[in-house]
């Protein structure tokens, strides 16, 4: 069973999942700045940044989605994948200083010097059409994700967490925070509402900052490992090097290096040796079949490097 080498058939449907959420994030937003300024609770001011933190996500991801998909040029031999998790790292950073600085910020000023809760019916409603239009979002990226899971055969908790469509995980863990962040605003209402005291909404900010923390911290995790440099999963390097030895004449895989590039991208580069009796047509034969059982077997593989490199045995007999 293979972990994800890729993410989706095209940017076509990241694109409508990313911007399914953007809209409905920038509506939830501008209805909780309203119902929070009405109620005068903090925790629904906490989740309109949230929402609003969201939206500016949204909008990095779209960027990232348009750029990366730019060919390759004469200044940029292989491409411009990787510029999707520059713009995606950005994003992350956008959640935690929009919406959990600010919720942590609002929490604290709450429990210090207190509120007075003002009419939280609008807030009430205001919630309950966030969490329709948030579900709605959750089940787009939801139904992306599985379907590409099932489609490369694995978990999809595993799918989630290795997969290089950082825009799809982004929705995905937003729209679940933003769900979660929505029971906690209620709670919070709720409590000062029975009670009249305004530190349930204060905790209710509080949490919702842990929860934006925690989003910010995976998500910016996840983005900066693509940055580096990550391989494709072990078991697919393994299949990558059976599938090289069995081209004829191929001895050995000396050494072999994965780099993914992109959700539908990735270059694979090897040292191989080749037979000693191995004619200078039967290698350039052997790397063209080579290349073509990889890019058959794995449609992932866009660059594929074969250095001819003899074994240590035809080294030291050449010495």
């Excluded at 900066?224 to 999963?233: C, H, Q, S, T």
């Excluded at 069995?246 to 000396?254: G, M, P, W, Y």
């Amino acid at each position: 069973m293979s972990e994800p080498v890729h993410t989706a058939a095209g940017n076509g449907e990241s694109l409508f999942t990313v911007v399914v959420a953007a809209l409905a994030n920038l509506c939830i937003a501008l209805a909780k700045v309203v119902a929070g300024l009405i109620s005068g609770s903090s925790a629904m001011l906490s989740e309109a940044a949230h929402s609003l933190a969201d939206t500016v996500t949204e909008v990095l991801l779209l960027t990232s989605l348009k750029r990366s998909a730019r060919p390759a040029d004469d200044e940029h031999p292989l491409g411009h994948g990787p510029e999707r998790w520059i713009w995606a790292l950005l994003a992350a950073v956008a959640t935690f200083v929009g919406g959990a600085v600010f919720s942590l910020y609002d929490g604290i000023h709450t429990l210090i010097d207190g509120e007075d809760p003002g009419d939280p019916l609008v807030s009430y409603v205001v919630l309950v059409v966030a969490f329709l239009l948030e579900g709605y979002s959750l089940r787009t990226g939801l139904k992306q994700a599985r379907g590409e899971a099932a489609r490369v055969k694995v978990p999809f908790g595993r799918f989630l967490r290795r997969t290089p469509d950082t825009a799809v995980k982004a929705v995905v863990l937003e729209d679940s925070t933003a769900l979660m962040g929505l029971l906690l605003a209620a709670v919070g209402l709720l409590g000062g509402q029975l009670t009249g005291s305004g530190v349930w909404d204060g905790i209710a900010s509080l949490c919702i900052s842990a929860l934006l923390l925690y989003v910010a911290c995976v998500l910016g995790r996840s983005n900066a490992e693509f940055l580096i440099g990550r391989a494709l999963p072990r078991d697919v390097r393994e299949r990558i090097r059976v599938e090289l030895l069995h081209v004829e004449h191929i001895e050995a895989v000396l050494e072999l290096t994965t780099l993914v590039q992109g959700p539908r991208e990735a270059l694979v580069a090897a040292k191989v040796d080749f037979r000693g009796t191995a004619t200078a047509a039967d290698i350039v034969w052997a790397c063209e079949r080579a290349e073509a059982r990889l890019r058959e077997s794995f449609p992932v593989i866009r660059r594929l490097y074969l250095d001819p490199t003899p074994g240590l045995g035809q080294a030291v007999g050449r010495g």
